[in-house]
């Protein structure tokens, strides 16, 4: 029986350090029928792809930064399934509300809010083959942590053994892919200005993970 034991305990620290010792806490979204039936809409109207169930096959990775100060804050906007009257830019395109795969926050705590393969809209052109990475901050008055960034490296590494990811981007990056296979936005005039999480959080970022040999967006491989 101890023996059974050590072994299992074993397997667990194994398991652990091959994932470089990263750790997820599960918070999910609300993900109900409506939400279920607004992210079906999207992907058919908007790029259309017909599915019986909003999966994504993940090729990109898309790190952001959430404007908003706290996590607990963050939770409670991507929460809802419809997206709030407010956001005048976006809610005309669908009325599916923004969220992500995971939000990262400032003590580099790891937040999962649906399944990694589960449709979230956080980029346009892209979200049928994106994970979302959202950090919670900005580039002004709460500038990304280096707890955020040590985060993110882990994030992306434990993405990269498990899906094909073939890109690493940031939020700001991705106009480069309106020529791209991978792009399928239909409306040419939808499109946001971003900038985040930050010219200089990305090129810290692919450092950390240059060993993984990710693509960066299009137009930087030239």
């Known amino acids: 029986m101890q023996k059974q034991l050590l072994f299992l305990i074993t397997l667990f620290y194994s398991f652990q350090l091959a994932h470089g010792q990263i750790k ?11 939400r279920k039936e607004l992210s079906l809409e999207y992907m058919k109207t908007r790029y259309d792809i017909e599915k019986e169930t909003p999966t994504i096959d993940p090729k990109i990775i898309v790190v952001h930064y959430t404007v908003i100060p706290t996590f607990e804050k963050t939770f409670q906007v991507f929460d809802k399934s419809e997206i709030p009257q407010s956001r005048d830019q976006i809610k005309g395109a669908s009325q599916l509300n923004v969220s992500a795969q995971f939000v990262v926050d400032r003590d ?13 809209r956080h980029v346009i052109g892209l979200n049928h083959c994106a994970i979302g ?16 960034l040590k985060a993110n490296a882990k994030l992306v590494k434990y993405l990269k053994e498990k899906y094909e990811i073939e890109y690493l981007i940031g939020h700001y990056e991705y106009k480069a892919f309106q020529n791209h296979p991978l792009w399928k936005e239909k409306d040419k005039n939808y499109r946001t200005v971003k900038d985040d999480p930050g010219k200089d959080f990305m090129k810290a970022l692919r450092k950390k993970v240059k060993k993984l040999d990710i ?3 299009p137009e930087l491989t030239n």
Do not use: C, S, W
């Not at 990475?133 to 955020?148: F, H, M, R, S």
């Open 133 to 148: 990475i959202e950090n919670v901050g900005d580039g002004k008055d709460n500038p990304l942590t280096k707890a955020q």
């Open 24 to 34: 997820i806490v599960d918070k999910p979204v609300i993900f109900d029928e409506r």
């Open 108 to 120: 580099g705590t790891i937040y999962r809010l649906m399944p990694e393969t589960t449709f979230a």
């Open 215 to 217: 693509n960066p967006a």
